[in-house]
């Protein structure tokens, strides 16, 4: 049987019972939108205005987030992560500098831009980094010690008289850590801005008499290598170099202890500081003056101070004959060395 052709489908009108009106929207179902939290900074420079604000116990970014999310935050100024501009500004070489060393500290202040530095400023560097671990190492067993219940407490709710132990603990630590975190910022600040105000000279001088200016020989090191230029007249390579030979002055020396060479009173204390300072506890053959020669080289090639001078370690094998000089006084101290 041939069928005649479908009638076209044609919906129900809106509002008949096949589709009832859809009900209004009653407030309250929609789910509300989260205030959203501010997240620690990273990519600011430690010494800008906005460091130096947070760095505060009264610092508001703590309030909305939790304990365990604030210690991140904490953490991060003890470890600052540096941001490329800032790298490349002060010539910070690391990609993070941890605040517990004085050295760091210097760092961020822009030594390695040519920045000068007091006294003060050097002590004031030591006692904030040593103040940074101490007061971090602190913080870190107090937020253990805390429960679980404990670590999910806000910042806003820190600043109730009401609070457990374990949180009054945690927020005095706190508020010493951020304490010495905003003085490092205060002085960050303060010395990159003389970076500004008072820039410093252009490096014109030969490197490694700047090297030996910015790091003068203790007293007795240089005692003793004035002894040893006026008696044996050493042939340096270059006036700015401290020794013509690490080894040849060690050689020196060791015939200052055996008695080869007279010292007087003086020069004699400035070898006792030696003698102790090279001592490494290690197991000692005879005192002979092959002995003290190698043990003085060992020594004086890792001072910092005689860095540059050439060591030529292969001269701790020649003979020498030192002449010896007069032992009548100061005035006739004069001698002449051959090797």
């Keep these: 049987l041939m069928r005649g052709p479908r009638p076209p489908f044609a919906l129900p009108?809106?509002?008949?019972?096949?589709?009832?009106?859809?009900?209004?929207?009653?407030?309250?179902?929609?789910?509300?939108?989260?205030?959203?939290?501010?997240?620690?900074?990273?990519?600011?420079p430690f010494g800008s205005l906005y460091t130096v604000y947070i760095c505060s116990p009264t610092s508001p970014l703590l309030e909305p987030i939790s304990i365990s999310s604030a210690m991140r935050y904490l953490d991060q100024l003890r470890t600052h992560p540096v941001p490329s501009s800032e790298k490349e500004e002060y010539n910070i070489p690391d990609d993070r500098v941890v605040c517990t060393s004085s050295k760091s500290v210097l760092q961020l202040c822009g030594s390695n831009k040519g920045v000068r530095f007091s006294t003060a400023d050097v002590v004031s560097s030591r006692l904030i980094a040593a103040s940074m671990e101490e007061k971090f190492g602190g913080l870190d067993e107090a937020f253990k010690a805390l429960t679980q219940a404990e670590k999910k407490t806000k910042g806003s709710e820190l600043s109730k008289t009401e609070l457990t132990a374990g949180l009054r603990a945690?927020?005095?630590?706190?508020d010493e850590f951020l304490e010495t975190c905003g003085r490092l910022a205060l002085l960050v600040a303060r010395k990159r801005k003389e970076l500004v105000d008072d820039p410093p000279p252009p490096f014109e001088v030969d490197p490694e008499a700047e090297m030996k200016l910015a790091m003068p020989l203790p007293l007795y090191l240089q005692n003793l290598i004035d002894k040893y230029e006026s008696e044996t007249s050493p042939s340096k390579p270059h006036p700015s170099l401290a020794l013509d030979s690490v080894a040849r002055f060690s050689a020196f020396l060791a015939a200052c202890v055996t008695g080869e060479v007279w010292c007087s009173t003086e020069e004699g204390g400035a070898l006792r500081v030696l003698v102790g300072a090279s001592d490494d506890r290690s197991d000692r053959p005879p005192f002979s003056d092959a002995y003290w020669r190698r043990r003085f080289f060992n020594f004086l090639s890792k001072v910092r101070e005689l860095k540059s001078a050439p060591k030529k370690e292969k001269m701790l094998e020649e003979k020498y004959v030192w002449e010896e000089r007069d032992k009548g006084g100061a005035d006739n101290d004069k001698g002449t060395g051959t090797s």
Excluded: C, M, N, T
């Design 170 to 174: 945690y927020k005095e630590i706190q």
């Design 13 to 44: 009108p809106r509002g008949s019972a096949a589709f009832p009106p859809r009900p209004p929207l009653v407030g309250g179902l929609a789910l509300p939108k989260k205030p959203s939290i501010p997240k620690p900074p990273r990519d600011l």
